[in-house]
């Protein structure tokens, strides 16, 4: 499992979370992997399938990582707090420990990290570990069109050909407080954003403020380390704090991708990318 879901995320049908389990986002990426091939896109991994995935990419799934001293050197926020009151109190919402960072980085959960390196001290550099081995970043390719369904709770990227070159895992929208329809565009991209809490525009559930909050950038801000802004005001894609939720909860009406998603999704994208959302 832990080598399907890896093979599927540098494939660019992406899995969500490494974790090794077999979920929802593993069989969803699973059947648009076998759609972009013409076979059956039924999500089940059978031979054929299972053949197609490890002749189309026959390098290691798993490589060794040596911890840097940047990697452990922080600042690292012990404990991050689940209120927007709260967090808007802190100066930075950084990564909670290196094991949070390295997990990030390499797109696995964390309790996996640490299975694959029982015995590493993941918070000491030059400290030697296993890791997915992932695909190099993917500089010069283009997006034309984004398709967020929301009926399948997924995200597609197509060129300008209609090709798709990206699938992802999401979380769009909830009862109350939908995703919207129609047509938008990319209005802009910010890296590492500030999150920005006004109660006069915005009432979300749980958050019982009546004063507006700044809450600091981070990887465990509330909408991750990148902010995709649409023309539909206040909404966009943007990153997660929590990757092992993605798919599976609900989000203030924005598409919420895994932090890692959001970014590579974020180099694709321009000024008038166009945003599709299908009931």
């Not at 648009?32 to 031979?47: C, I, P, T």
């Not at 026959?58 to 490589?63: A, D, G, K, Q, R």
């Not at 997660?240 to 609900?250: H, L, N, R, V, W």
Request: net charge neutral.
């Amino acid at each position: 499992m832990v080598k399907l879901q890896v093979l599927l995320d540098r494939a660019q049908f992406s899995p969500g979370l490494i974790d090794g389990r077999r979920g929802s986002n593993v069989s969803q990426a699973l059947a648009a992997y076998e759609a972009a091939h013409g076979l059956k896109a039924d999500g089940r991994l059978d031979d054929k399938i299972w053949q197609t995935l490890t002749e189309a990419d026959t390098e290691p799934v798993l490589e060794d990582y040596t911890i840097t001293e940047k990697d452990v050197e922080g600042p690292f926020v012990k404990e991050i707090p689940k209120d927007f009151e709260a967090m808007a109190k802190l100066d930075k919402l950084a990564y909670s420990s290196p094991a949070e960072l390295l997990a990030e980085r390499f797109h696995i959960g964390e309790d996996l990290l640490k299975a694959l390196n029982p015995d590493a001290d993941l918070a000491k550099a030059g400290t030697r570990i296993v890791v997915p081995k992932l695909a190099k970043d993917r500089k010069g390719e283009k997006v034309a069109r984004i398709e967020v369904d929301k009926k399948e709770k997924v995200v597609r990227a197509f060129d300008k050909d209609g090709k798709i070159v990206g699938f992802y895992p999401a979380t769009i929208g909830s009862r109350d407080t939908p995703a919207p329809s129609g047509t938008y565009k990319v209005r802009a991209v910010a890296e590492n954003p500030t999150y920005y809490y006004d109660p006069t525009d915005l009432s979300f559930k749980g958050v019982e403020t009546k004063e507006s909050l700044k809450i600091a950038p981070g990887p465990n801000n509330p909408v991750g380390s990148v902010w995709i802004d649409l023309t539909k005001e206040t909404y966009g894609i943007h990153g997660t704090p929590d990757p092992a939720s993605i798919g599976k909860t609900s989000s203030h009406g924005c598409v919420r991708l895994t932090n890692w998603d959001a970014r590579t999704l974020s180099k694709m994208v321009s000024k008038g990318t166009v945003v599709e959302f299908r009931d």
